[in-house]
């Protein structure tokens, strides 16, 4: 497949000569469809070099520890919504008004996704789409019109220049953007297997400034345009300004970062608004429950087996072991992660070396998650923010949640004395 072998690095040292004639060509054709589509009203280039960067922006004003939303509540009918939380982000300059309308974007996408979830069963909207995403999975109905749902709201907020989600192959370029060209990266429907039993699934997604090498000028040809799409999207999770998932179960939940903390927003259908629930979210520094699908067992290395036995001896850890508890999707098993502690995991093994999940629009949000929350976010080997992706949908080993959890994990893949 295309986006699996022409990595962008590959792209980057040698061009498009870098991938067979037959990937060049598939290579193409998205890029010629992109270019059509692709209008804009003059370079951004000149604007973007005169702007400060949004992340230096950020962080000038930055004091870690300030809570953005913690205002006193001073009547009993004062609703802290998503929106008034962004606008005093906006306000105290954490955030510029073009990065508040990309998440109200997404938060219209998770709205919309939220009640098709909800009415996926009445509304014959269950069941496989008949066709394969780009990694070779079956698509369901529900993917397919979240990642749709996705895109329009992305491309109406005039604020988005590229686009990439799990059920496309390449990245997209955005037509009609009018400033900001933030580059979005998400998985609209994870977990979605679960769908038709009417279990938790959710949406992630990641935001990045463009990078100024690789800006789309209205000149670009299509080539070189892809090019630069397919690398605009491949930044390491160091580079993210924001992060988020929306959790689709009993409550619609969206919870994110911009690099300030975690805040989790319970979306009230009667008013139609996301109100904030979870201020200031922290991740207990241990937890004893780990999240993994022990199904894969006999597929991993001995240092992961060991690891997962040591957590079920009641004698080490004061009388009672780990509890296991796995959904099998990744944005409910992360949320109880984050609230209750301990571990989740999905490691590489004999069959799937880097496991199942991917770098850009899974493990690095829930590690930027993660880490603001206290937590951690690794390979078993490696921080996964630091990890700059050489492909679009590239998997990576995943173990995220509590600090204690993840350190005690990598000191048993590692054969290192176990932290304090
Ligand atoms: P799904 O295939 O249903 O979309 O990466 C996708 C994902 O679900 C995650 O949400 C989930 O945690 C994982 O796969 C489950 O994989 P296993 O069935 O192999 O446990």
């Known amino acids: 497949m295309a986006a699996a072998l022409c990595s962008p690095v590959a792209l980057q040292r040698s061009g498009a000569a870098a991938c067979s004639s037959k990937q060049a060509s598939q290579f193409m054709a998205p890029a010629l469809r992109a270019a059509a589509a692709f209008t804009r009203a003059g370079s951004s280039a000149a604007v973007r070099a005169a702007a400060p960067s949004r992340r230096v922006l950020a962080q000038a004003v930055a004091a870690p520890a300030a809570a953005p939303a913690a205002t006193a509540t001073k009547s009993a009918y004062e609703l802290q919504t998503l929106t008034t939380w962004l606008l005093d982000l906006e306000k105290k300059a954490v955030i510029d008004n073009e990065l508040a309308a990309v998440i109200s974007s997404i938060a219209t996408a998770c709205k919309q996704i ?3 979830v909800n009415r996926a069963g009445i509304s014959n909207l269950t069941g496989l789409a008949g066709q394969e995403n780009v990694q070779g999975e079956d698509q369901k109905k529900l993917d397919v019109i979240s990642n749709e749902v996705f895109g329009n709201c992305l491309r109406s907020s005039g604020r988005t220049g590229v686009i990439a989600s799990e059920e496309e192959d390449l990245p997209v370029a955005v037509e009609e953007t009018f400033s900001g060209e933030y580059v979005v990266v998400f998985d609209p429907l994870d977990g979605s297997s679960n769908i038709d039993a009417g279990i938790s699934v959710g949406s992630i997604f990641g935001i990045y400034e463009p990078s100024p090498e690789c800006s789309i000028e209205d000149m670009d040809d299509p080539e070189e345009m892809m090019k630069k799409c397919v690398l605009n999207v491949c930044q390491a999770g160091n580079e993210l300004l924001c992060a988020g998932y929306t959790l689709y179960s009993s409550a619609t939940i969206l919870v994110l970062t911009v690099g300030q903390g ?10 139609g608004e996301f109100i904030l629930s979870h201020p200031n979210i922290r991740i207990p520094d241990k937890g004893k429950i ?10 991993w290395t001995e240092e992961q087996k060991a690891y997962i036995d040591s957590l079920k001896h009641p004698e080490k850890w004061g009388g009672k072991p780990y509890s296991s508890r796995y959904i099998g999707s990744l944005v409910g098993d992360f949320h109880r992660t984050l609230l209750y502690g301990g571990i989740y995991g999905y490691p590489g093994d004999s069959k799937n070396t880097n496991g199942k999940l991917r770098l850009l629009y899974e493990c690095a949000p829930m590690s930027m998650i993660a880490e603001q929350a206290g937590g951690k976010g690794s390979t078993g080997f490696k921080r996964v923010l630091d990890i700059v992706p050489e492909a679009v949908h590239q998997r990576v080993p995943l173990f995220v949640g509590s600090p204690w959890e993840v350190d005690y994990l990598e000191s048993v893949l590692q054969g290192k004395p176990a932290p304090e």
Request: charged fraction near 10%; avoid cysteine.
């Open 290 to 299: 780990y999240s993994f699908n022990e199904g894969n067992y006999q597929l």
């Open 262 to 271: 975690v805040y989790g927003f319970t979306f009230d259908p009667l008013i």
């Open 114 to 116: 939220g009640s098709l």
